[in-house]
């Protein structure tokens, strides 16, 4: 005896939907149906599961829509959209410092560093070493997938006034707008290296 699948599932049909809300304010669902065990003394079994996806739009004020026939029903409901977040970063150039040791046996160094609230592809920093407000030294470093990124640049120490000088891009993940940002030069205090 075979099954008639048609009935089996218009009485037993069971149907999971999962649904979300996507930007365009369209939504996903997607579900399987199965069909009851054939009757007794029947070798025919289960019936083969049967998987649908469809893109639903509901219009502007509608927040559920029905639809089916018997046991099998549809039903779609408008979730609260997801907020995108918002991504800042800070660019920051420190102080120049004097230190100990290192490429130079001692030397001065400025330090440049982005910190954004949330991850981002890239990060790209240049740092610049200004002494007597002429470029010295200068050094660029990208950062990939991560909230932080910086770079550091050194020149052998001598006695005078430095500043450090920083500019960088981020660029953040797809779907943000605008893809890409970038920091015009900030600069750091004016500081005597003795």
Known sequence: MAVNRRTSLSRSAAAVFAVGTMAAGTLAAGGTAQAAPAASGSS????????????????????????????????????????????????????????????????????ASVSCTGAVQQISVTVGLYRYNSLVSVRTRSTYGNTIGGAT???????????????GT?????????????????????VTIL
């Open 44 to 111: 025919a079994g289960l019936a083969p599961s049967v998987a649908a996806q469809h893109t639903f739009t509901l219009p502007k004020g509608v927040t559920s829509y029905r639809t089916g026939t018997g046991a099998a029903r549809t039903s779609i409901v408008r979730t609260p959209a997801q907020a995108q977040l918002n991504i800042n970063c800070t660019l920051t150039a420190s102080n120049p410092f004097r230190y100990w040791g290192g490429p130079y046996g001692g030397g001065v160094q400025g330090i």
């Open 170 to 190: 981020v660029y953040f993940p797809a779907g943000y707008n605008p893809p890409s940002g970038s920091f015009p030069q900030v600069n750091s205090a004016v």
């Open 153 to 167: 640049t050194e020149y052998p120490y001598s006695a005078g006034q430095y500043q450090t000088g920083a500019v």
